[in-house]
């Protein structure tokens, strides 16, 4: 989903790179899991307009905590009539055209990943405008970190959570590699680890279908 608040104009290069960047994903999990991935819905990406104006997903009340951009997006979808949570059927990553605050970021859970301008930017390979006063190792510029984030997100969708606990991914080796720890800054060589491999194997959202081969995500 395309969230574009009441101050900010409908981008016809968006919706393109949000889809290019869905399929990027889905040939890149289908090389991961001998086949299996997801279907795209139809149309892929579906656009919606918000009422409220961009500083409003990150403004003040009711934002504590770096899910407080997660939560207020919710609401919106929620008042909208856009978004449901857990759908048995479906996952949905949702990219607003807004900027989070510095202290908050992207967050996926309950079935909907949220995600906001810099990730548009970024799978768009404009430049990244930091949160906070200085960039973070995560604001780089890089078609590939993009995707990479949309991947990580979509797979918090799926039940996968992040090992820093797990015994098998305690090393910097397996943390800059795997996609649910840093692996999304070097994605799309990035690894899933088996206990990720295991949840994956178990949904009903993923099955064997026939994908795209995996394009240079750097684009043309
Ligand atoms: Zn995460």
Known sequence: MYLVPSDRAVSVVYPERILFAARHVQSWLALKLDGRTFRLASPAVRIVRSDKPARWFSSPEGTAGFNGFYRKTLDELGRLGAGRLNDPEARVIVYVDADHACGQSGAGGNGVAIVSANDLRGISGEAIVPACRQANTAEIAGRCRWI??????L??????IHPDRSPACQTPQCRSAALMMHGYITYPNATLLADDLAVLNRTPLLSTRSVGRLADCAGP
């Open 155 to 160: 797979l918090h969708t799926l039940g996968l």
């Open 148 to 153: 990479g984030g949309m991947a990580h997100e």
